[in-house]
């Protein structure tokens, strides 16, 4: 054993092997996988070795059929076979509502490249005759699913990377590491001491337990999981004999099951409701090579559906049932990345699906070590989308939920029960009186939308307008007529102080920094010029001398952001930050009459020359210590008020009692995202997001190109000089009784080359080969030439819904997406279409805002 190495990765499962072969693959030989026992001794050994490419966020779906190509190339490097089935499957749906949900999926894969197909229920039992078909209204065909040999594959990644010069030790565990001054690592092992510059912890079952040696606690769980394996069954031999091919994959919404052909037999599946942690709080280190003892019990509910509607398979001898652990996180998504607060100490865990996975998640990692930068959209499964509150009881109900809620539907106003309330603010029992339905926010209680008094304050889950239509459209137009209130505790705030604060901030963000007293937006791009923050900054006065500015930005993103400052900061302490979490919440009035509102809570003029648009000011409101924002999201004019949490009771019931007057209404986040919209306002994750540049992402205004050297300049002058290839928009849709929810396909009736165009990181639009035939599914992912649209008058996709929703003080249906740039400020009617729930609605470009475009309410 080496004792010196760049990086240790820890673990011999397919996540570690995958990683290590990539790391190997990027030119970084120089490695080491250490593995406490066998390879594959965690959970990849007893896998079901089923994979495919669907997954609720289209990026993490890129990587998996990134994953399911690979299979050739490493079978090729390492001699070693998968055992590859590339069967396809099919998602059967038995209500009306789960059909829709395939439908938006379906659409979501025109601009994914890939191949599925909806089906009638006959056409799925033609290729899988165990079925009863009538318990079915329809399915969704995806050929690229299979399965494969758990343990071949793992093999076959172990033995591609060691081609490639990296070692790996086995039957030797990590016990402890520690870091070193420099930031490099000493891994304490069975066998001796070896020094890394880096360290991947890729321990699977034991990932929580890794991440305790660091001072980390992962949000990852085990938990038991079976499958059955049939005796051979003739049906099946009968099948594969007369058509010469193998029974398909099938996945059973309602049962929360999948079965396939296993050799001769059937194997089936189940996401049991009873489902069940495996040691939810420490992993046994002399777990090895087993298997948990079955439970029928606990899956019969599950088998009762699962015969129901594939009776062919009732009838069949249970040869064995399988029991064995494997991890989550609280969604179901990987955590991948670098862990922020820790240098070099890097996370690929909680894979759940590791043989659809495991790929992309490799070469997401080994770009971010070797080259800084994941190359994808890697949100979805990075490790710092989830906050302190993410605890380890926190992390056991939301694991249950997602476990036993795998294949259900998520409706876009669906939010989920489980470890609710985490955190609250002082206002969370008034909004309960007020008769809020509440949300979570990033593990906060926030407000969505309030019920009319006397109606019960619960969302009737729909992919449709639902029951809080009416009351959200009361919230807008009262806010919009007279004033309203609303709380947001839930952004992020910072403070950036220090002699270099000033210095260090121009360094990161493209727009300039305000001077004392003033705000401006911002975004922050990284060295490749794409989008990584959107900000809001103001100046306030010096500190002990000192420049402090306050920060505020995504709550979702507080980690993911940190990471990135603490990355960037001055190593000579010239800067502080100081994330505020939850220690300052805040309330925003906005509206015509917020300003007569404000002045009553305040001993300072408040009007339009004393406190202009965008200005800064530390205030007593209502009493209470607060900063002032003369800016609001909704657009108009409006405040954003923010204390300590001491004070928030305070100086809500001071606007409550001042604000009667002006007929102050409360409204919630739901209101405020549809007056976003009608101001063409973007939101952070949504429509900007780091596989977009910012003149991409129509963020051109915040760009100061000239200022000086910052971060991402010199990508982001190229992008301006060479003219963004996309551009983001504002669309108004003719919906029916459904809006956009993001990820719909936009179509656009083409009569004009407008050049070639990409979802960035090679997904997107359809691509075609040099005959002009459409190239999907695999073929597309291995990166067929891009889409070109000059067809003159044919309908083609041409870019995608980023968000969108009903923009009720315009009473307009509103989405934003991305399209070609060509095309962006082509307003005429009849050139696009949103594809909605199945359905091409009419679209039309709105290049200015629907309410306020001068922009006149907010300033006066
Ligand atoms: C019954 C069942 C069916 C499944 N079906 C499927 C399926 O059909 N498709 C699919 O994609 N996935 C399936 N999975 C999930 C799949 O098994 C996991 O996604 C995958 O195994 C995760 O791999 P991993 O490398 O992250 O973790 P693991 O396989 O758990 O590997 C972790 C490795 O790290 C080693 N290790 C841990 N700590 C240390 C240490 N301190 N020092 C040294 N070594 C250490 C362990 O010994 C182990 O070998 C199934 C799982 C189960 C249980």
Redesign the pocket.
Known sequence: MKSHVKAVV???????CSVLYHLAKAGWTDIML????E??????W??????HTLNGDPNVAKLQAYTVQLYKEIEEISGQSCSLHLTGGVMMADTPERMDFLRLAHAKGRYLGMDTELITPSEAKAMFPLMDEKNFVGAMWDPVEG?LD?SGTTIAYSKAAKKLGAEIVLR????DLTQQPDGTWNVV?EQGTVHAEHVVN??????R??GRMVGVELPVLAME???LLTEPMPEVEEFNKSTGREMIGVLDFKGEIYTRQERNGILL?TYEKACKPWSPVNTPWDFGHELLPPDIDRIAPSLEIGFKHFPGIEKAGIKQI??????FALDGNPLVGPVQGLTNFWC??A????????GGVGLALSNWMVHGDPGFDVWGMDVARFGEWASLRYTNAKVRENYSRRFSIRFPNEELPAARPAQTTPLYDTMLANNAVMGDSWGLETPLWFAPKGTEPTDIVSFHRSNDFGPIGEEVRATRDKVGVTEIANFAKYEVSGPGAEDFLNRLMTNRMPKVGRIVLTPMVNEFGKLIGDFTIAKAGPRNGEDRFMIWGSSAAQKYHMRWFEKHLPKDGSVRIHRFDQTLVGLSIAGPKSRDLLQKLVDVGVSTKAFRFMDFREMAVGGAPCMVNRITYTGDLGYEIWMAPAYQRLVYKAIKDAGAEFGLVDFGMRALLSMRLEKNFPTWFRELRPIYGPFEGSMDRFIKLEKNDFIGREASAKEHAEGPKLRRVSFIVDAIDADVMGDEPIWAKVGKDYGTVEKPHGYGAPRFDETGKEVRGSKAAEGASAVRGIVDGEWRVVGWVTSGGYAHYVQKSMAQGYVPAALAEDESAGLFEIEILGHRRPARINVEPPFDPSGEKMRT
């Open positions: 820890i673990g011999g499962g397919v996540v570690g250490i593995e406490r026992s390879l594959t001794s965690g959970s990849s007893h896998a079901a070795g089923g994979f399965h758990p030797n565990r990590v016990v092992t890729c321990g699977g079952l034991w990932a337990e890794i999981h079976m499958y599946g399988i029991n064995g652990p494997f991890t690929a865990c894979v759940m699906a590791g043989f659809s996975q495991g």
